[in-house]
């Protein structure tokens, strides 16, 4: 499944606010789930076991923390009822795309969502690594 929103997502950094004691959504981490729940109306099949997620971010022309933008897509996903919760997650890549005002004057998001048979993977995955 491939989709894909206008606009990038919020700074991890700047989905809460805090005012006189009360947090709430930013206004832009508000844009932002409104605006994925009008475009992704798809979901995942129910049969799914896991999946995986790969995520490109293109930037308007400021510089970009790269990390702090995958938990608002996984969010985003999670409002726009893509699927149950993002538990089912198994994996989750994200790339940077090189900037490009003509074709995304206000940056973009572009997410891939593949199914995995397993949630988890095998112990050889990690094996011969050092044990602090």
């Known amino acids: 499944m491939r989709l894909y929103l206008p606009i990038v997502p919020p ?3 700047r989905i ?4 006189r004691g009360i947090t709430f959504l930013s206004k832009e981490a508000l844009e932002y789930y409104k605006t994925a729940s009008l475009r992704w109306r798809e979901h995942i099949p129910e049969d799914w076991k896991a999946c995986s997620v790969k995520i490109y971010v293109v930037p ?3 510089r970009i923390d790269v990390d702090n933008r ?3 897509v996984l ?3 999670t409002r726009a ?8 997650v198994a994996d989750v890549s994200i790339r ?3 900037p490009n005002k003509k074709l995304f004057p206000y940056g973009a998001t572009f997410v891939e969502i593949l199914p995995r048979e397993e949630k988890y993977g095998n ?3 990690v094996e011969g690594w050092e044990k602090i």
């Open 11 to 13: 700074s991890a950094n």
């Open 16 to 19: 809460w606010r805090v005012g």
């Open 60 to 62: 308007v022309s400021r």
């Open 70 to 72: 995958i938990k608002p």
């Open 75 to 77: 969010d985003a996903l």
């Open 81 to 88: 009822k893509v699927w149950k919760d993002d538990s089912m």
């Open 96 to 98: 940077l795309v090189r």
């Open 123 to 125: 112990e050889e995955e």
